[in-house]
């Protein structure tokens, strides 16, 4: 995605979760309402809340939703550095984009496909590991448990 | 699990909600999220999580760096009402181990399919078996709490309430 493809995505799920480290070095979330910076610089301005002490440096924006039965997933992904403008204002500057699930319609569907499929192939080869049947019974049976109305 | 200093709220927010943002360590120190749905196994104190080996990333990240998060920030479909943000930082571990079918994986892949109910078509028919039969080839992740944040209301504009529970929530 170009920046201004980036920029129409994120307008379309409104807020996105910044993530960062903390002063302990941990992953720490910040659900947030990133801007596109009106100067024209390929950056996110952020209100990064009091509560949520992310500290600058490589840091991360994840942007998803899904409906009431966790369908019409939607997501996408940008890496980049956060840099603290204000006190409360910081900057996202992505360097790298990754898309996600309903991102790019039927073409991308088929890409994450052949994709997986790949990616599959080459973590067993690199194991020697034969591709493992799948136990689609089993499978079944768990289907049988929702209709059953398991709830575990 | 040590229900007596988990607050019911957040207990109920583990429970509910369809997803979190599970972030792991990249390479270069990125934390990268992506939404995951999760599993609290109560008798061990540990969350459940997992991936497809045609998915590896998030299982490559914690075999390299172990730290990670569980942001529950996202109520859609829980059917709480002004459920708090949770946050579980804490210590993982993705063993080198392709799974089909676990026992393990169990309650979490019911309670996924009772959630997601349109996901049957991935399994139901012969061509989108053929297709994503990698999708069902599986690695387990296991999340080691170590801080559990939270804020009221969602609200991170206010200090969180804090839980420090190392060694996990047994």
């Known amino acids: 995605m170009d920046w201004a493809e980036v920029v129409k995505e994120s307008a379309h799920f409104g807020q996105g979760v910044l993530t960062g480290l903390d002063e302990s070095g941990y992953p720490i979330g910040v659900r947030c309402t990133p801007t596109a910076d009106p100067s024209g610089e390929h950056r996110f301005l952020v209100d990064v809340p009091e509560g949520a002490a992310v500290r600058p440096g490589r840091a991360g924006m994840v942007f998803h939703r899904h409906d009431e039965q966790l369908w019409n997933l939607r997501s996408f992904i940008a890496r980049g550095v956060l840099a603290r403008e204000t006190d409360s204002t910081y900057s996202f500057t992505p360097d790298r984009v990754v898309g996600g699930a309903g991102i790019g319609g039927v073409v991308e569907l088929v890409r994450f496909m052949r994709r997986g499929r790949r990616t599959t192939k080459r973590y067993l080869a690199a194991r020697s590991l034969p591709r493992p049947k799948i136990p689609w019974d089993w499978i079944k049976g768990l289907w049988a448990e929702v209709d059953a109305g398991a709830d575990p | ?170």
């Open chain 2, 1 to 170: 699990m040590n229900e007596k200093i988990l607050p019911p709220e957040v207990h109920a927010v583990f429970r509910s909600f369809r997803t979190c943002e599970f972030s792991t360590l990249a390479k270069d120190e990125t934390p990268i999220a992506w939404p995951t749905a999760s599993w609290l196994d109560e008798e061990r104190g540990i969350f459940v999580l997992t991936t497809s080996i045609g998915l590896p990333d998030k299982a490559f990240n914690i075999r390299r760096d172990p730290r990670v998060s569980l942001f529950f920030s996202d109520p859609t479909g829980s059917g709480l009402t002004d459920p708090p943000s949770v946050l579980v930082q804490g210590d993982a571990e993705a063993p080198d181990e392709v799974v089909t079918s676990s026992e393990e994986l169990r309650p979490l892949a019911v309670t996924t399919f009772a959630r997601q109910p349109k996901a049957r078509l991935y399994s139901d028919h012969a061509l989108t078996r053929y297709l994503f039969d990698w999708y069902y080839m599986r690695l387990i992740i296991r999340v080691t709490p170590r801080r559990i944040l939270w804020w009221d209301h969602g609200d991170q504009h206010r200090a969180p309430h804090e839980l420090e529970v190392a060694g996990g929530l047994g």
